[in-house]
């Protein structure tokens, strides 16, 4: 009778969860690219249409993201965020380049949260003034572009957890093959 033995078997049993926990591993980092996509480009297109024009007194003014370079600049990262994770999730799972992007992730994840930061500065300055300088605060006077910038920021916020989230799940995933004890 010629019967497995059970070393075997649980050799059978590791190469079938090794290759389930390599589906899985797969399916939440497309969920996780899938999600920072949608982040990215709804965030950009939230500041992008922000504006709002008030009118003080006799005087006319237009608030709208184009007046703020940190606000561009927000816009703009998140763009190229947005393309970027479309091109990543459109390449083969098995493909050569994934130390590349590992790399591409550590930049891509610095840049949403360097716009993020700049973008946030201006928001406080634009929500709180600056008495030292003598900023006064515009948010009393554009309401609607003040809640559209903090939306955006918050979208942005998210996009920028969700791609940290995303590099140290791809960084754990790359390196745990170098810190595992054979067996």
Known sequence: MNSPTLAALFMKFDGHTQMGMAK?????????RL????????????????HETAQIFSLKFEAKYSN????????????????????????????????????????ITLLLT?????????????????????WLPICSQVPKFCDQTTGA??????AAIVYLLLLLYSLHAALSPLFSTPS
Do not use: E, Q, W
């Open 24 to 32: 899985i591993r797969g399916i939440i980092t497309f969920l996780l």
């Open 35 to 50: 999600t920072a996509l949608a982040a990215c480009v709804i965030a950009a297109i939230v500041m992008g249409t922000a």
């Open 68 to 107: 703020s370079p940190s606000f561009k600049y927000f816009v703009v990262a998140n763009s190229v965020v947005g393309c970027y994770s479309l091109v990543v999730l459109l390449l083969p799972v098995k493909s050569l380049l994934g130390r590349l992007i590992l790399v591409l992730d550590a930049i």
């Open 114 to 134: 360097s716009s993020f930061s700049a973008a946030m500065a201006i928001a406080y300055v634009g929500k709180k003034g600056n008495s030292h300088a003598g």
């Open 153 to 158: 920021l918050i979208i942005g916020f998210v």
